[in-house]
C-alpha cells in the first residue's frame, strides 16, 4: 500500500512535464490595452492548440492560430529616460540630470494575421530577459522567420 503513493506522485509528475512541454510561456511580456496603458501579460506557444495566447489577468486577451499568422516581426526602440529623470531631479539634481541622459531600451513583437478575413495585428512588448527565448519560440512554433525591424534611430550600414 505505501508504494503506490510514490508511484501515483510520478505518474502527476510526468503528466505537468508533458504538458509544460506542449507549451512555451514568457511572463514578464506587455501589452497595450484599451486605455493606451501597458499591462502585464502572458505569451504564450501552446502546441498543443497550435495558437498563440495572450493572457491578461487569467483571461485570454488575444489568441491566434498559428496557421492565421502572416507576419512575425521584430523591433526594439531607445528613448532617454526624460520623465523619470524630471522626477529624481526634484529630489537630487545631479541624480537626475544623470538618469535623463541614460536611454531604456523596449522590444516589441508584432504579429499580423487574419481573422474572418479581416486583417488584424497584435503588438507585445517583451521583456529584456526574455526577448531572445521568445523570438526563437516564435520562430520555431509558427515556422515562420522574424523579420527585423531596424530602429529608426539606428544609422544604417552600407
Known amino acids: 500500500m505505501p ?21 512555451v510561456a514568457f511572463h514578464e511580456s506587455r501589452i497595450v490595452d484599451r486605455k493606451q496603458r501597458q499591462v502585464h501579460a502572458d505569451l504564450i506557444f501552446n502546441h498543443d492548440t497550435q495558437s498563440i495566447v495572450v493572457r491578461v489577468a487569467d483571461s485570454n486577451f488575444a489568441e491566434v492560430p498559428y496557421a492565421a499568422v502572416d507576419k512575425l516581426s521584430y523591433e526594439f526602440s531607445r528613448k532617454h529616460r526624460v520623465t523619470e529623470g524630471a522626477f529624481v ?70
Open 89 to 158: 531631479m526634484v529630489l537630487w539634481v545631479p541624480a537626475g540630470a544623470v538618469v535623463m541622459l541614460t536611454k531604456s531600451k523596449s522590444h516589441w513583437l508584432y504579429v499580423d494575421y487574419k481573422q474572418d478575413g479581416v486583417p488584424k495585428q497584435l503588438v507585445v512588448r517583451l521583456h529584456k530577459k526574455e526577448f531572445r527565448n521568445a523570438l526563437a519560440a516564435a520562430r520555431t512554433e509558427t515556422g515562420k522567420d522574424v523579420a527585423n525591424i531596424l530602429d529608426a534611430g539606428a544609422p544604417k550600414s552600407k
Open 3 to 23: 508504494n503506490k503513493i510514490p508511484v501515483a506522485m510520478l505518474a502527476v509528475l510526468l503528466a505537468n512535464a508533458a504538458q509544460a512541454a506542449s507549451t
